[in-house]
């Protein structure tokens, strides 16, 4: 059974950083498209990162390019959300989720994705 295990959210003050994990089980994270994605009360769920299988390419919604960045980690069937410099509106429930097998390159819209995380609180306040 495939599954998705977010970690590393908390309270971090404005400029902080955090880094979140998202493990796999049942299945090698490297062979899927893995996106990062949050949402904030009363908003929509919106694509913050996502890696490509192999980790050959990269993407970055607009709000957040220059902050963060994503990773991969094969041994430990991690992929990282390194969150720098945040801010306010970076409060959210952040979660990732894997594209369906063999997805070419990675995207960043919500319904390419078929496997997801239960989530982890990100809050951002001073």
């Known amino acids: 059974q495939l599954q998705l295990v977010e970690s590393g959210g908390g309270l971090v003050q404005p400029g902080g950083s955090l880094r979140l994990s998202c493990t796999a089980s049942?299945?090698?994270?490297?062979?899927?498209?893995i996106g990062w994605f949050r949402q904030a009360p009363g908003k929509e769920r919106e694509g913050v990162s996502c890696?490509?299988?192999?980790?050959?390419?990269?993407n970055y919604a607009d709000s957040v390019k220059g902050r963060f960045t994503i990773s991969g980690d094969d041994a430990k069937n991690t992929v990282y959300l390194q969150m720098n410099t945040l801010k306010p509106e970076d409060t959210a429930v952040y979660y990732c989720?894997?594209?369906?097998?063999?997805?070419?390159?990675?995207?960043?819209?919500?319904?390419?994705?078929?496997?997801w995380g239960q989530g982890t609180q990100v809050t951002v306040s001073s």
């Open positions: 049942g299945f090698r994270l490297s062979t899927y498209a």
């Open positions: 989720a894997a594209a369906p097998p063999l997805f070419s390159g990675c995207v960043l819209p919500a319904t390419t994705y078929n496997y």
């Open positions: 890696i490509s299988r192999g980790g050959r390419s990269t």
